[in-house]
């Protein structure tokens, strides 16, 4: 069954914690503030943490969602930030998500979120880089276009 969770939650490119129980996932809102100054926005469950790090410009504050879930053998940590309106239209300068406590398997950025019966616009792979713990921008690759952010790692979590 964990198996068949992994493979659904990589196919759909997304990390909603489908596998996980209530108490292992969080859906919160937060603004996403223009202005071309540096803001974190983090969200942890237990000792697991993702912090989404972004300047932006242009336009005024958007709402954002940012969801966090460990599966139920607490083997992967998943954390997607996303505006749920589908395409932000704020400037990024840069972008950052780091994840705590877990070894980075998967991650994905998109210039447009899926709204009714559209789907996600992935950004180009040489736009991003990813790292054991971090995605960020490429500068001078990336064309400052960013809706939506998903990571998934597998955790430190040994078995006693």
């Known amino acids: 069954m964990q198996l068949f969770c992994k493979m659904f939650l990589l196919l759909l490119g997304i990390s909603m914690p489908l596998c996980a129980s209530a108490e292992q996932t969080k859906v919160v809102e937060f603004n996403v503030k223009p202005g071309g100054v540096v803001h974190t926005f983090s ?7 993702c912090i989404f790090t972004y300047a932006s410009q242009g336009g005024t504050n958007e709402q954002w969602l940012m ?14 930030v996303w505006r749920p ?6 400037f990024f300068t840069q972008f950052k998500a780091e994840l705590k ?5 998967y991650a994905n950025a998109f210039s447009e ?3 009714t ?8 792979p040489d736009e991003f880089t990813v790292g054991e713990s971090t995605v960020t921008q490429r ?10 952010l998903t990571v998934i790692g597998r ?6």
């Not at 969801?67 to 997607?80: H, K």
């Not at 019966?117 to 180009?124: H, N, T």
Request: glycine fraction near 8%; include cysteine.
């Open 67 to 80: 969801s966090v879930g460990l599966s139920e053998d607490e083997q992967l940590f998943s954390c997607s």
């Open 101 to 105: 406590g877990a070894k980075i398997e």
């Open 139 to 148: 500068d001078g690759k990336f064309s400052a276009q960013l809706s939506k």
């Open 155 to 160: 955790t430190r979590h040994d078995e006693l």
């Open 43 to 49: 969200e942890r469950i237990s000792e697991y943490e």
């Open 117 to 124: 019966g559209q789907r996600d616009v992935p950004l180009k």
């Open 85 to 90: 309106q589908g395409k932000s239209y704020l």
């Open 113 to 115: 979120t899926a709204v």
